[in-house]
């Protein structure tokens, strides 16, 4: 395998949590899919949650370094740790990008402190 990006990205739970206050499930199902939304809800701070995987997000999609046009379906990118450690699948036309490029796998790690998130991804092509 080799390197083919790295991604960071910091995201602010305070931000989402206002965002969610205001727009509640049309806002999460807009930016999340799923499995994201259930796991996020699940948790004891959801807002944290949330930033952890939007933090991701950003990030995989900074790893990929592939090239888009206009806006992008962040659903597309999703998230999940339903078994402890995050991982990362791709849909639709980003996985059809990727794929393009030559990225055989995404890893992500995340973290948060109070209400900041951070995240890290790597994309390995071969």
Do not use: Q
């Not at 969610?20 to 939304?37: Q, S, T, Y």
């Not at 030559?102 to 900041?116: A, F, I, K, N």
Request: proline share 5%; net charge neutral.
């Amino acid at each position: 395998m080799n390197l083919r990006g790295v991604g960071v990205d910091l995201a602010d739970a305070g931000r989402l949590r206002r965002l969610l206050d205001a727009h509640g499930e049309r806002f999460a199902h807009r930016w999340f899919a799923g499995p994201e939304v259930a796991e996020c809800e699940s948790e004891p701070v959801p807002a944290v949650a949330y930033a952890c995987r939007f933090a991701a997000k950003e990030a995989v999609w900074k790893a990929l370094a592939v090239p888009w046009d206009g806006s992008l379906p962040w659903r597309w990118i999703v998230v999940a740790a339903a078994a402890g450690t995050p991982e990362v699948e791709l849909r639709g036309r980003v996985a059809d990008a990727a794929r393009l490029a030559g990225v055989t796998s995404v890893r992500v790690s995340w973290s948060s402190s109070g209400d900041l998130a951070t995240a890290v991804a790597l994309a390995y092509t071969g």
